[in-house]
């Protein structure tokens, strides 16, 4: 698929696209070579609809009778998301969740290996964690060129996000992931995720008060991700 024929895909459909793709592999993984919408609408957790409706943007409308090839698709939608190739990450906050997140590898797994992590905490920089080690964030430029990053992660307190994140605009990055909870102020054209980990255990702690409030007969509770799609 050429630029010129890209779709535009809304962002809703685009968050369910990897949830698709963690599906389809482990179909794979059991030998599935076919499935239907409602099967994998049912795995999903969204209706049958909107499945179909998210695979059309991919140019995949599955066979009447037959459904969707497992490799195929995953093909589809692996080329969709840039996942034909690997985009190397550096992180900014060598904290305990930044060097979590760099020793994790199933980020590589999934095709983004944590190729660098930084800080300014000069008691931080030179230590070792997993098998990198902390680099000065005033380097980050270099560190970005040499290592051809393309995605920042940033790991670092509330107070100093907007100075990790201008570090990163400043080396070229134009993909950020924000675990702090606060706001950023970037360009239009950075693109930025944030995953603001006390929300999502706000959004969780409303669920359990449903559910002493009706004595445990809860709704059915919506499975969402960091990004609110379901």
Not at 62 to 83: A, P
Not at 192 to 211: A, C, K, P
Request: aromatic residues 6%; proline residues 3%.
């Amino acid at each position: 698929m050429t630029q010129l024929q890209r779709r535009k895909i809304p962002d809703a459909a685009i968050a369910r696209l990897p949830i698709y793709l963690q599906i389809l592999n482990n179909l794979a993984a059991t030998n599935v070579l076919r499935f239907s919408s409602d099967e994998l609408a049912a795995l999903a957790g969204v209706n049958a609809a909107k499945v179909r409706k998210d695979l059309s943007y991919l140019g995949s409308y599955g066979t009447r009778g037959v459904g969707y090839e497992v490799t195929y698709l995953t093909h589809q939608i692996k080329r969709e998301l840039g996942l034909m190739r690997e985009w190397n990450v550096v992180v900014v906050g060598a904290g305990n969740l930044g060097c979590a997140f760099a020793k994790f590898d199933g980020f590589l797994s999934r095709g983004f290996p944590v190729v660098a992590i930084v800080d300014n905490d000069p008691k931080k920089i030179g230590r070792t964690t997993s098998s990198l080690t902390v680099g000065d964030v005033n380097d980050l430029k270099d560190i970005v060129r040499d290592e051809k990053i393309s995605i920042g992660v940033i790991t670092t307190s509330s107070a100093a996000a907007q100075a990790a994140a201008d570090s990163l605009l400043e080396a070229g990055i134009t993909s950020i992931l924000n675990f702090a909870p606060v706001v950023l102020s970037t360009p239009s054209s950075v693109s930025v995720r944030n995953v603001d980990l006390g929300v999502e255990l706000q959004i969780l702690s409303y669920f359990e008060q449903m559910r002493l409030e009706t004595g445990g007969k809860s709704e059915n509770a919506p499975q969402l991700n960091a990004a609110g799609a379901r």
